[in-house]
Protein backbone atom coordinates (compact mmCIF):
# COMPACT_ATOMS: atom_id res chain seq x y z
CA UNK A 1 0.00 0.00 0.00
CA UNK A 2 2.58 2.27 1.31
CA UNK A 3 4.12 1.83 -2.55
CA UNK A 4 0.91 2.33 -4.43
CA UNK A 5 0.91 5.69 -2.50
CA UNK A 6 4.49 6.84 -3.43
CA UNK A 7 4.29 5.87 -6.78
CA UNK A 8 1.05 8.05 -7.14
CA UNK A 9 2.57 10.90 -5.71
CA UNK A 10 5.86 10.61 -7.79
CA UNK A 11 3.37 10.43 -11.05
CA UNK A 12 1.54 13.77 -10.09
CA UNK A 13 4.55 15.93 -9.30
CA UNK A 14 5.92 14.56 -12.27
CA UNK A 15 2.56 15.89 -14.30
CA UNK A 16 2.40 18.78 -12.47
CA UNK A 17 6.23 20.08 -13.27
CA UNK A 18 5.71 19.73 -16.98
CA UNK A 19 2.78 21.98 -17.03
CA UNK A 20 4.81 24.45 -15.41
CA UNK A 21 7.03 24.44 -18.04
CA UNK A 22 4.37 24.91 -20.70
CA UNK A 23 3.34 28.34 -18.89
CA UNK A 24 6.89 29.66 -18.51
CA UNK A 25 7.29 29.19 -22.04
CA UNK A 26 4.79 31.27 -23.28
CA UNK A 27 5.10 33.97 -20.63
CA UNK A 28 8.40 34.21 -23.06
CA UNK A 29 6.94 34.59 -25.97
CA UNK A 30 3.73 37.31 -24.71
CA UNK A 31 7.30 39.41 -23.85
CA UNK A 32 9.15 39.07 -27.09
CA UNK A 33 5.90 40.85 -28.65
CA UNK A 34 5.44 43.49 -26.65
CA UNK A 35 8.78 44.75 -27.20
CA UNK A 36 8.85 44.73 -31.03
CA UNK A 37 8.12 48.61 -31.77
CA UNK A 38 9.46 48.26 -35.34
CA UNK A 39 7.70 50.10 -38.20
CA UNK A 40 7.79 49.32 -41.60
CA UNK A 41 10.01 51.96 -43.89
CA UNK A 42 9.69 51.58 -47.77
CA UNK A 43 13.41 52.39 -48.21
CA UNK A 44 16.50 52.31 -46.54
CA UNK A 45 20.08 54.15 -46.15
CA UNK A 46 22.61 52.82 -48.84
CA UNK A 47 24.95 51.97 -46.14
CA UNK A 48 22.58 49.18 -45.28
CA UNK A 49 22.16 48.05 -48.91
CA UNK A 50 26.17 47.92 -49.74
CA UNK A 51 26.77 46.44 -46.54
CA UNK A 52 24.00 43.49 -46.87
CA UNK A 53 25.53 43.01 -50.27
CA UNK A 54 28.66 42.43 -49.24
CA UNK A 55 28.13 39.84 -46.17
CA UNK A 56 25.71 37.88 -48.14
CA UNK A 57 26.05 38.30 -51.69
CA UNK A 58 23.04 37.86 -53.91
CA UNK A 59 20.53 39.27 -51.42
CA UNK A 60 16.73 40.40 -52.08
CA UNK A 61 15.12 42.94 -49.55
CA UNK A 62 11.96 41.63 -48.91
CA UNK A 63 10.73 44.78 -46.37
CA UNK A 64 12.56 46.74 -43.93
CA UNK A 65 11.26 48.20 -40.25
CA UNK A 66 12.49 50.73 -38.06
CA UNK A 67 12.49 50.99 -34.55
CA UNK A 68 13.18 54.42 -32.32
CA UNK A 69 16.89 53.50 -31.80
CA UNK A 70 17.23 53.92 -35.79
CA UNK A 71 17.84 50.13 -35.88
CA UNK A 72 16.52 48.42 -39.18
CA UNK A 73 15.01 45.00 -38.91
CA UNK A 74 15.52 44.12 -42.28
CA UNK A 75 13.76 40.81 -43.95
CA UNK A 76 15.83 39.18 -47.08
CA UNK A 77 15.82 36.12 -49.30
CA UNK A 78 19.22 34.63 -50.32
CA UNK A 79 19.45 32.02 -52.25
CA UNK A 80 15.48 30.93 -51.83
CA UNK A 81 16.04 31.25 -47.83
CA UNK A 82 13.88 33.86 -45.69
CA UNK A 83 16.23 35.75 -43.04
CA UNK A 84 15.90 38.36 -41.30
CA UNK A 85 19.04 40.87 -40.53
CA UNK A 86 19.54 43.59 -38.07
CA UNK A 87 21.53 46.61 -38.31
CA UNK A 88 22.15 49.94 -37.47
CA UNK A 89 21.96 53.08 -39.73
CA UNK A 90 25.25 52.96 -40.76
CA UNK A 91 25.13 49.21 -41.86
CA UNK A 92 26.69 47.72 -39.30
CA UNK A 93 25.07 44.39 -38.40
CA UNK A 94 23.51 43.59 -35.26
CA UNK A 95 23.16 40.04 -33.58
CA UNK A 96 19.97 39.92 -31.63
Given at each position: ?84 V???A ?7
Amino acid sequence: MKKLILSAAILLGGLSMQAKNVDVTSSMVQTINVQDDYKEVDAVPAAIKTSLDNAYPGVKLDKAYVNSKKEYKIEVTVRGEKSVVYTDASGTIIKK
